[in-house]
């Protein structure tokens, strides 16, 4: 998979406080979007998704 990937591929991340190399972290949304929905309500929730994969340790995946 592409998160494997990319921490297999050793990348240095220069500069960076949280690792010495390039990580993937994702925040994974899967909602049916109506014409009357708010696309806002959707990349909210990926966002929120995303950020507490931050919060326990980055390099991983949130699926909502």
Known sequence: DI????QKAGIE???SPISK???LSQGLVCRKVTADGNIRTLIDSADKALYE???NGRNGYKFT
């Open 21 to 23: 190399i390039v990580t």
């Open 3 to 6: 998160q494997n990937g990319i």
């Open 13 to 15: 991340s220069t500069g």
């Open 53 to 55: 994969v931050k919060e």
